[in-house]
């Protein structure tokens, strides 16, 4: 059984920062694209960032460059979004992801296999 369990939602004034984890269990983790996507009420589930299995290769969201970070532990079996400079707009459910398929990262919702089951951030203006 796959677990996918994020951890550091809140609430934030506009302008701070929050960090958020994700800790998996029930997969090859050091083997797995790790990804970050959100969904704000009445919107689709809008990709953020994605790690490659050894760190090596990143993709960012245009919203989220220069602003957010995102890493991994593998011997923690951690992936971690770093949220800085946080806007209204940055207000949604955060959900971590994996993806098996190793080959690319992807940005795309449904070539994630794995889900977990979200986290609040809320930024106040």
């Given at each position: 059984?796959?677990?996918?369990?994020?951890f550091?939602?809140?609430?934030?004034?506009?302008?701070?920062?929050?960090r958020?984890?994700?800790?998996?269990?029930?997969?090859?983790?050091?083997?797995?694209?790790?990804?970050?996507?959100?969904?704000?009420?009445g919107k689709?589930?809008?990709?953020?960032?994605?790690i490659?299995?050894?760190?090596?290769?990143?993709?960012?969201?245009?919203?989220?460059?220069?602003?957010?970070t995102?890493?991994?532990?593998?011997?923690?079996?951690?992936?971690?979004l770093?949220m800085?400079?946080?806007?209204?707009e940055?207000?949604?459910?955060?959900?971590?992801?994996?993806?098996?398929?190793?080959?690319?990262?992807?940005?795309?919702?449904?070539?994630?296999?794995?889900?977990?089951?979200?986290?609040?951030?809320?930024?106040s203006?």
């Amino acid at each position: 059984q796959v677990d996918l369990v994020e951890f550091g939602g809140g609430l934030v004034q506009a302008g701070g920062s929050l960090r958020l984890s994700c800790v998996a269990s029930g997969l090859r983790f050091s083997r797995t694209i790790m990804g970050w996507f959100r969904q704000a009420p009445g919107k689709e589930r809008d990709f953020v960032a994605a790690i490659g299995w050894s760190s090596t290769s990143t993709n960012y969201a245009n919203s989220a460059k220069g602003r957010f970070t995102i890493s991994r532990d593998n011997g923690k079996n951690t992936v971690y979004l770093q949220m800085n400079s946080l806007k209204p707009e940055d207000t949604a459910v955060y959900y971590c992801a994996a993806d098996l398929d190793i080959a690319t990262i992807s940005s795309v919702p449904w070539e994630y296999d794995y889900w977990g089951q979200g986290t609040q951030v809320t930024v106040s203006s």
